[in-house]
């Protein structure tokens, strides 16, 4: 069974007088594991399907299910009990707490669970470690660099150990260097922590270092796999 | 507690926003607390007065005298067992910038039908002994700086000349409410220096049993109905309430202006705290796509208005309940026992829990309801 099970989703929005279909019978299978990239021109879709499958958004008809919970059903308190526990979401512009520490914004998700202090402690100071922001934990978001602060958001996404992690335009406000770096980064935590990735992008580069790569058109998707790990596309 | 740091970075993220919310909760319910403690303090007068006092004043008014004689004929009616009298001096001090009540009085009545007044008994002999002797309320040794012993002197007012008095004994109010700013002194001395007018202000008439007051009140103004001087005779609260009844209209006026003054502040304080809340609509969607549940957004934001409306609460209201003592206010003689009563600290605190729910309900609403997708869009 597929980790990410989408099954004949439809999503529309009403803007003003006009609907707008995003998606109309959108079927989509992501392996545990796998590193995805979504790609596509804008309104093609992609930031509603990452939405759809962070839980963020509801389908306005079909299922989506992650690690067997049919996230399309829950309701906003059980939705978020279970993003805390399974999504670490990544945002294009970071979208750190500017009025926390790196440290700070890394134990947010932490918070919501039972650890004890200083099991949170441990928990925080290896995800620091692991995207390579140690000596940076006491630093406020203001006090680093772009590349820095999307480290901390990755940090931040990891620390509870998620089932799957989304990021939305992770480089788009990075530069080349830190776009490298934060790539190389999620390569690493796909291969060495074995974590499921699904980013969205518009950078070719960065799709480059997916093992798997979605075009979205108009809600439609394109399939060019490099991997087995996307089973079925409409 | 884990939350108590998120909590603490909220407020302190415009810190002199913060301070001057905080400050403007303490000014409004510091104003609430002393404009509230002028009435209760009113209030506590109007209910000073023993139960077997009654006082007796000319029935047209308490500016209109009686004539002394009238004590031996009212001493004589059943029910009563003790009489003394006074009279309204009104002189001032100095500059007589510093007011404070000045009467005359027939010392050896007055103290027996007065024990509230704790005074050592050697200065109380002194001024039983001393026709020129004056037996004054400690805050005025205080104000004035003056000692047992030293002689003062007040112009009259009413009374024109100057008046010297020994100051003899000082007394203490077993109720604050009775006031300590009250300068006492010999009737016959007053007699006296006006030319022997044998005139008493007010009498005061002590009675066997309280169930009586109201027999005796008629009696005595019975017995004076058709005389120059008709008496009007009641209970020593009635007399007390009769002074507050006084203050009424502007007591109405100042709790209506204070309280509008009070209500003002409070919604700008909402508005500032409210205002606070908007800004951090994006910073809320990224705690919900955390997983920070609409409960505990709704939970935290209340806790934010709390600390705010609270912290301000217990700097205005304590300050309030520290302060007046502290300098002895006593609202220039007018409001004797001046306090900040308890009853108004539970209210200001419920006022301070009632900011709290108007300022911090609204954003805190609105950040358990508001749609993660749509605020992320104002972010992204």
Known sequence: MALVEIRDVYKSFQREEQRIDVFSGLDLDIEAGSFTALMGPSGSGKSTLLNLIAGLDKPTRGTVRVNGAQVSEMTAGQLAAWRARNIGFVFQSFNLLPVLTAYQNVELPLLLTNLSGKDRDERVKIALDVVGLADRAGHYPRQLSGGQEQRTAIARAIVADPTVMLLDEPTGQLDAKSSQEVLTLLQRLNKEFNKTIIIVTHDAHAAERAKTTLHLEKGDLIEKPRSPSVAAVR | ?????????????????????????????????????????????????????????NATGIVFVLPLAYGNRIKALPGVTGLSWANWFGGRYGDGKSFFANFAVDPESYLKMYPEFIIPEDQKQAFLRDRTGALIGKRLLRQFGWKVGQNVTLQGTIFPGDWTFTVDAVYTPSDPSLGDDALVFHHEYFDERIGRAGIAGWYIVEIDDPAHAPQIAKAIDDMFRNSSSPTKTGTEKEFQASFATMWGNVSFLMSTIGLAVVFAILLVTANAMMMSARERTGEIAVLKTVGFSDRLLFALTMVEAGVLALTGAAIGLG????????????????????????????????????LMLASGLVPALRAARMPIVQALRKVE
């Open chain 2, 319 to 354: 300050g309030a309940k520290v302060l007046y003592p502290a300098i002895n206010f006593n609202g220039v003689g007018f409001l004797p026992g001046f306090k900040v009563a308890t009853s108004t600290l539970i209210i200001g605190t419920l006022v301070a829990i009632g």
């Open chain 2, 1 to 57: 507690m884990k939350y108590l740091q998120l909590v603490l970075a909220n407020l302190g993220r415009h810190k002199l926003r913060s301070i001057l919310t905080i400050l403007s909760v303490a000014l409004a319910l510091f104003l609430f607390a002393s404009l509230r403690s002028v009435t209760t303090t009113l209030a506590a007068t109007a209910q000073l007065g023993g139960a077997r006092r009654l006082v007796t004043t």
